[in-house]
């Protein structure tokens, strides 16, 4: 897929930098890129009564679906400790996964990456086989 991944990853870890994260420390980013080419940018955002709590992606993809983008084709994440290096991969949770898979369907790109040269790529339907997703709800014609 032709754009440029490293400038992606930059975007993800400026988002990281304002992650709210005064329970877990556990900082993340993520940049989401629309078929037309704009860059969203999310953090994960914490709660002092916990569940309420939003990952990176998600605020990333809420940002861009409300401002009317509702096509995308990459998404990047990264994910450190409170000041550590990437030691490990972040990948997408269970819950924005199914998110993402709503938008970005089998075909959506996620990179995890450790540092701008340093990531794995998936598509999202491997992260998430058989997603369950708005093809599903979908009616017969003359229903
Ligand atoms: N988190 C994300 O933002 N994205 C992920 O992909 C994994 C987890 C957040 C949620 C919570 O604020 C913290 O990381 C620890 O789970």
Redesign the pocket.
Known sequence: MDFDRKELIRAAFAAQKY?Y?P??R?W?G?ALLTQEGEIYTGC???CASYSP?N???RTALFKAVSEGKHKFTAIA?V?SVQGQQNALI????GV?RQMLYEFGGDDLLVIMAKSEDDYQEMRLGELLPLGFGPRNLEQPADS
């Not at 972040?90 to 949770?93: G, L, Y």
């Open positions: 992650a994260v329970y877990s556990f993340v993520a994960n955002i914490e709590t990952c990176a992606e994440v994910g972040t990948s997408p949770c924005c």
